[in-house]
């Protein structure tokens, strides 16, 4: 008896769902199952096919996870269309410069995405509203345009466009481009192959067709779909969706729909174990989960109250790079390489191995200068599949032959490896990164403010950023919290993760040239002389930082083991 080959691509993996009755998409009190799935992504893979006539078949998607997000990215599948996933935590011209830079010829959103579409310019995009009833007609009149035998359920079936029917998606065809950010600032789009994708679903052999994995975590994001969408997809199990994460409601929503895995990126564990404690916290069906960027006490303290063991590792959508965690590893390690990965910490000057790391009695590293230097992979490059339109890019993550990370870290002894962060001027707040300047931009436009530099300074909590401002104020001027709050809620292009959590009033350092000196503001941070105004919460409402709240800072970076 013989087993069936692994599908080389996704198209090939849907099409053996196509007769599975089996629960396939969940949101709410609504089901679909595979059968239904393919269905839909058939109809829309009609309508790309009807579609995208001119250029390249690029499609965004600005949408919350809903059904129809997936039918998309399935329909894609099928059609060798290319999903462009849109971040809606971006802004303005960051955003359209998204749709512009990845060609696509229609973005398909709601009416919360078309408001924030509105004004910008998308150059040739058009934009469709899916949940208004003229989409549901475009994908009947394509339906009915297509009088093929075997129709829609034929991948290779001829529909109202002209010429011979398209060619079956290949592993090497394009299928997404998910954003990550770079040190410039510049949008760089990460391309995903078919093949990779296909990959990605059937290498997940912790996966079972009676599996329930429950997708909080945005869909243009990689975790979301690389730890939840393709190993369903792959093994015939359900994908249960939130629209937008809520810790409210993340165990509610595991209880009801009976998960069995989920997977978070940085701080949403610490959200969640905000929360009251409720008698039926360990009440549910959750084997494990994926936690990657969270920190080892919020691990350990969601582990012992709710009973679930979850796994960190490091990976990014580039997917070149990838360490498991194993078992007796030290709690902030990131893993070690997955099973042929030659994977080393270099120094990014000379290109030589640095030195292993040494800690003393309490665990603190006794020679940064030496062991800290960039994670780098000397035998991945063909797992690396590039930046679109971005050749800059490329060449900066494939210097000598080696896949330059970006990331700096440093290995222990016993071959573990640890984040130790990021190089350039980027930032990563709650799982998305972006570069400084472009909010140095919009501070600028403060009117009490003469001079704006923004830096990164550890989260006290995980492995991401948090942004503090500093800003020297106009002569005369008096910093006002109201007003700053009540500025940057009316700047349309400043990203959802942008607004600083720490604002340090008083005069920039400069180096002996004139230039604003950004060295003294990270190493101090909010440990300083200077007045620092901060967010404790999550809104806008910007207090002093007091005595007090600085003691609370320090004791939870101690226990976190967070600052640099």
Partial sequence: MTTPADPATVAELLARRADDDRPAVRLDDTCHSWRQTCREAARRAAWMRATLTAGPPHVGVLLPNVPEYLFLLFGA????????????????????????????RVVLTDARGQALLEGLDLGDARVVRVDEPAWAAELVAVEEAVSTPGGLGDPDVAGP??????????????????????????PKAVRMTQGRAARMAARASWCQAHDVLYCAMPLFHGNALNACVFPALGAGATIALRERFSASGFMPDVRRYGATFFSTVGRALAYILAT???????????????????????????????????????????????????????????????????????????????????????????????????????????????????????????????????????????????????????????????????????????????????????????????????IEPVPGAAFDPEAFAAFLAAQPDLGTKWAPRYVRVGR???????????????????????????????????????????????AEAARHRRWR
């Fill in 77 to 104: 599948a099928r059609a060798g269309a290319v999903v462009v996933g849109l971040n809606d935590t971006r802004r303005g011209a960051e955003l359209a410069r998204d749709v512009t830079h990845t060609d696509c």
């Fill in 161 to 186: 466009w002209v010429g011979p029917a398209p060619r079956p998606p290949a592993p090497e065809d394009l299928y997404l481009l998910l954003f990550t950010s770079g040190s410039t600032g510049a």
């Fill in 276 to 470: 009251p404690a409720t008698p039926d916290d360990r009440c549910h069906r959750v084997a494990f989960a994926l936690a990657p960027e969270s920190s080892p006490a919020d691990l350990a303290a969601f582990e012992e109250r709710f009973g679930i063991p979850c796994v960190t590792g490091y990976g990014s959508s580039e997917n070149a790079i990838i360490m498991v965690p194993v078992p007796g590893m030290p709690p902030d390690a990131l893993g070690v390489p997955l099973e042929g990965i030659d994977a080393a910490v270099v120094d990014p000057d000379t290109g030589e191995e640095c030195p292993r790391a040494r800690f003393d009695e309490q665990g603190r590293l006794r020679n940064p200068d030496e062991a800290i230097g960039e994670i780098v992979g000397r035998n991945v490059l063909d797992r690396f599949e590039g930046y679109y339109r971005n050749p800059e890019a490329d060449a900066q993550r494939s210097r000598h032959g080696w896949y330059w990370s970006g990331d700096l870290g440093y290995r222990d002894e016993a071959g573990f490896f640890y984040f130790a962060g990021r190089s350039g001027e980027w930032l990563r707040v709650d799982a998305e990164n972006f570069a400084v300047a472009p909010v140095e931009r919009i501070l600028a436009r403060f009117p009490a403010a003469a001079g704006v530099a923004v830096v990164g300074v550890p989260d006290t909590r995980t492995a991401d950023d948090q942004v503090l401002a500093a």
């Fill in 508 to 554: 920039l350092p400069t180096t002996g040239t004139g230039k604003i000196d950004k060295a003294p503001l990270r190493a101090e941070g909010w440990r300083t002389a200077d007045p620092v105004w901060w967010r404790p919460g999550r809104d806008l409402t910007y207090v002093p930082l007091t005595d007090d709240d600085r003691a609370r800072l320090e």
